[in-house]
Every structure is written in C-alpha cells, then in structure tokens.
C-alpha cells in the first residue's frame, strides 16, 4: 500500500520567515494530496489539496507543489504568523482507494513572534 | 458554520472491555469516516462509510472493530474487545460527496485510554 514521509517533523521559524514542508509517497498511482493544519487541542482541518495534472497550486500565504516523476509534494507558507503555529499533515490517496487518504507523520510548525 | 461533533471526548476502559464512540457528522453529508491516530504517530484510516455500508477498510479495521449509522443522525464505532493497543485518538469525519472531490470535516476526537 502507500507509505507517505513527512519531514520535517519539528519547524521553528522567525515570524515573517518562509516554512517548508516536505513529503514523499511511494504509490505512483497516488493522484489526490491534501494538507491538514491541526491547532494543538482542535480538530484536523483542510487547509490546501493539489491533485496531480497540476503542478503548483496557491491560496494566499499558502502553496503546494507536485513532482509526480520525483513523487513528492511539498507546503509553501510564506510571511509566516503566529497563528500559523500547529501541526501540519500531508495525505495521498489513490483512485484505486479513493476514500482512503495515507497521512504523514506531521510536521510541528512554531512561528517565533 | 456546522461542525461533526463527537462524544465523549475521553474514554477510559478496561482491556477487553466493548466500548461505543460516537460521532454527528454534518447533515447533509452522506459519506462518513473514521481515523485513529496513536500518540505521536500519524493517522490511519479505519473505515469509510457511504449509503449505509462499509465502503472502504484498512487493514487495522478488523473484526474487532464495526460501524454503524443507527439512525439519520449518528455514526458509530463499535471495539468489541479493547486491547491495549487500541489507546489512541479516534477522528470521526465527514463529506458531503467523495472525499477526493470534496472536503473532509474531522470532529475533534475521542481520546480512547485502555488500561
């Protein structure tokens, strides 16, 4: 089945500093990757996905980027805010299993104010 | 803005004890899930549920485990008999079409503690 890698798994940036989340999948034919932003003691939330015949995808602050050949896909936050600070998962899935997503072990992000 | 809700929020028990979590999901939502996440691995996926069936399981979801959608509103995760390790967070989601097109609602957890 896929096996999806996450790293870093701690982040700690300067407020305003770029962070950078990277993860890998092992299923080539993994097409659907959303990222969850998960606030300590809330619920995981849906904050970006990218399905795989685009390349890059962005929303304000925030951007994702595929390589499908390298098959790894990574989080851009830029102008980074306190209130950014949570744990960050990755997910895959594939149509052969489409309700089920393959996360990542998640990333902590501190943004230092 | 509706959100899935799930109780309780902590549940302790006993090894090989049956324990029941229950979670709403979102009204008009028609495609149900669970996750578990053990404390400090990642989330896994249990089971996905659609049209008052099982549509999808992982490999954890085995036959200690079952769902069930009671009535129009609940959606529940049965453990037949509780093992150790079975402590972990357990999700409840939820998405109004398939989630690869849709997004998926988690609920805030049931924190399950087996002694």
């Known amino acids: 089945g896929e096996n999806v890698e996450q790293h870093p798994s701690t982040l700690s940036v300067q407020e305003g500093d770029s962070a950078v989340i990277k993860c890998t999948y092992s299923?080539?034919?993994?097409?659907?990757f959303p990222w969850y932003k998960q606030e300590l003691g809330k619920r995981p939330q849906l904050i970006i996905d990218i399905r795989s015949n685009v390349g890059e995808k962005k929303d304000q602050r925030i951007a994702v980027t595929l390589n499908k050949t390298a098959k790894h896909f990574s989080l851009h936050i830029t102008e980074t805010q306190p209130e950014d600070s949570a744990v960050y998962f990755c997910?895959?899935?594939?149509?052969?299993?489409?309700?089920?997503?393959?996360f990542g072990t998640g990333t902590s992000l501190t943004v230092i104010p | 803005e509706p959100e899935v809700t799930q109780t309780p929020s902590h549940q302790v028990t006993q090894m090989g004890q049956e324990v029941i979590l229950r979670c709403v999901p979102i009204?008009?939502?028609?495609?149900f899930y669970w996750y578990r996440q053990i404390l400090g691995q990642k989330v896994e996926f249990l089971v996905s549920f659609y049209n008052n069936e099982i549509s999808e399981k992982s490999e954890i979801f085995d036959d200690q485990f079952s769902v069930e959608r009671p009535d129009g509103s609940n959606f529940t995760l049965k453990i037949r008999s509780t093992k150790l390790e079975d402590s972990a967070m357990y999700f409840c989601a939820s998405s109004v079409g398939t989630p690869r097109v849709n997004t998926q609602y988690f609920g805030p957890g049931t924190r399950l503690t087996v002694l």
């Open positions: 299923d080539s034919a993994s097409n659907y």
């Open positions: 009204s008009n939502h028609l495609y």
């Open positions: 997910a895959a899935s594939a149509p052969n299993t489409g309700n089920q997503f393959y």
